[in-house]
């Protein structure tokens, strides 16, 4: 390996973890005007990485010779890929525009790249490698006592998490539903929640059930109840929903009328059953979470370094292990995120 390579994994083509390649000798990234070379710290693991990788996202694939494609519903990502969404690191150089005081700087990176139309990680190359580039305005400074390590678990779920309470108002005293609460999205959106004022109750797995109410779940219930018999009909302001499911329709019976819906997760399933009429005669609002607008990673700078919200970082793995990191992933026996140390 010479100061021109690094090591990076990169995902070859859609299937089962021999998709994955790590090398030794991809080549160096350099930054473009108004770009900025990052030595990546740490990358936190997503349910994002391993959709594209088995073209969960995809309603077909084309694998060719020249490359692969797959539909992520806005735009297509090219094979192969590094990919990564989460990054914490340091700045080591800056392209042609760019304020070369930004060297040195400790960075988290916002994955939504507006100016380009891209998602870090799926559109051009991500996190899992040693140095990675972005437009200087994704390169987020934070100055924190974290570690890289826990920085790292921040930007693609606590942004999510950030937008879904945004996107669906949620205010001081309401009462908020979380499904899938005891992921990196949903522990995010439990402490947002709380943050906000929220009554807060997360829907997750009994062994996981303590660790959500010490972030400040109010109450917790299982993901097997029936909803309907625990809560009672018309008793929620807002639903948070990350799994979807067969047992969808009840988080519109459980909603209030005049309530609202926000969604950026179907871990249990993306096809679910709509009563149309349950839609309008309980006027609901229905919000599809993916883009947010730039404010949203401004104000999840501001909480991390305010201390606000703390990082629920549940394994570390290096980046030789990313294969053990998404198995264990997969297993979801884990609370918050799963990250790879990159480098030191």
């Known amino acids: 390996m010479t100061s021109s390579t690094m090591r990076a994994v990169y995902l070859t083509g859609f299937g089962d973890y021999d998709q994955l390649c790590l090398r030794d000798d991809a080549p160096k990234p350099e930054p473009a005007t108004g770009e900025v070379l990052i030595r990546v710290a740490a990358a936190g693991v997503n349910n994002t990485e391993i959709n594209i990788r088995t073209g969960w996202y995809a309603d077909d694939r084309q694998d060719a010779e020249d490359g692969a494609k797959t539909s ?17 690191g340091y700045i080591e150089a800056v392209g042609a525009g760019v304020d070369p005081a930004r060297i040195g700087q400790r960075v988290i990176v916002d994955p939504t790249i507006r100016s380009l139309s891209q998602y870090f990680g799926a559109h051009r190359d991500g996190s899992f490698a040693e140095y990675t580039t972005v437009p200087s305005e994704n390169a987020c400074k934070v ?12 930007p693609c779920s606590y942004s999510t998490a950030e937008n879904l309470l945004t996107r669906s108002g949620v205010k001081c005293r309401e009462t908020v539903l979380i499904t899938g609460a005891s992921g990196g999205v949903g522990s995010a959106a439990v402490q947002l929640a709380k943050m906000r004022g929220a009554t807060v109750i997360a829907v997750t797995v009994e062994g996981k059930a303590a660790t959500l109410r010490g972030l400040g779940a109010d109450r917790t219930l299982s993901r097997h109840a029936s909803l309907v018999r625990a809560l009672g009909v018309n008793c929620v302001d807002v639903v948070i929903d990350l799994a979807g499911g067969p047992d969808w329709p009840q988080l519109l019976e459980v909603l209030r009328s005049g309530g609202r819906y926000a969604s950026s997760g179907a871990v249990g399933g993306p096809v679910v059953s709509l009563d149309l009429r349950t839609f309008y005669f309980k006027d609901l609002t229905l919000f599809g979470c993916t883009a947010y607008p730039p404010e949203v990673f401004s104000h999840l700078i501001r909480h991390i370094e305010g201390g606000k919200i703390k990082p629920l970082v549940a394994q570390v793995h290096s980046l030789e292990h990313i294969v053990d990191a998404q198995k264990a992933f997969l297993k979801r026996q884990h609370v918050g995120k799963i990250v790879l140390q990159v480098s030191r």
């Open 72 to 88: 992520d519903g806005s735009n297509e990502v090219v094979l192969p890929r590094i990919q990564g969404a989460d990054a914490c």
């Open 143 to 154: 100055e924190s006592t974290l570690s890289d390590i826990e920085l790292a678990s921040f």
